[in-house]
């Protein structure tokens, strides 16, 4: 079953939700609009004066009623860093499957490096294990690129492993950088 983008009401992506979340929304009255092409029809029961059955059309993109909310935390796990990452190392540049990926922090946390966007990086285990404890210049392993903080829309594209088409136009459109993955 395919995912509902989630905005707020000044069109901020805010996570992603089930079609039955989206229902949901839909008759608490929380829908404010929808964005995109509609989805193939969700059926229910049948109403048993009229004989009717319920049907309800959800867009690919619902913007839902509430407060606005500054920011937007970015969680750090290794399926979207994977992701952003294309599946590669950053070391050596070949891709692998995510089971074969470890997260690597390019200033090792004993030394002082955080759990951040900006100092990790995806690498397989034999450059991982290579690279130990050191900086990529104290092992001679340079970065073949620069670890980024994806802004809110990368974030919401790459935390989906399905996106639709409406869904990736409408996010694409803030990318910071034309990416690979995002095409």
Known sequence: MQHILKLDLAGQPRGWMTAHEAISAHVRGDVVYGIGDPLPPLFGGIQRVTG??????????????????????????????????????????????????????????SRGGRDRWENVVAACRRCNWQKDNQTPEEAGMPLLAVPFRPNVYEWHF?????????????????????????N
């Open 52 to 109: 009717q059955r319920s049907r309800i059309d959800l867009q690919p993109i619902l913007a839902l009623s509430g407060r606005v909310r500054a920011g937007f935390t970015l969680p750090l796990c290794n399926r979207t860093l994977f992701r952003r990452d294309d599946h590669r190392c950053l070391y050596c540049g070949r891709q692998f499957p995510r089971a074969d990926l470890t997260r690597d922090h390019v200033l090792p946390t």
């Open 158 to 182: 790459l935390a989906r492993e399905r996106v639709l088409a409406d869904q990736m136009d409408y996010l694409s459109r803030q990318f910071r950088a034309e990416r690979d993955w995002a």
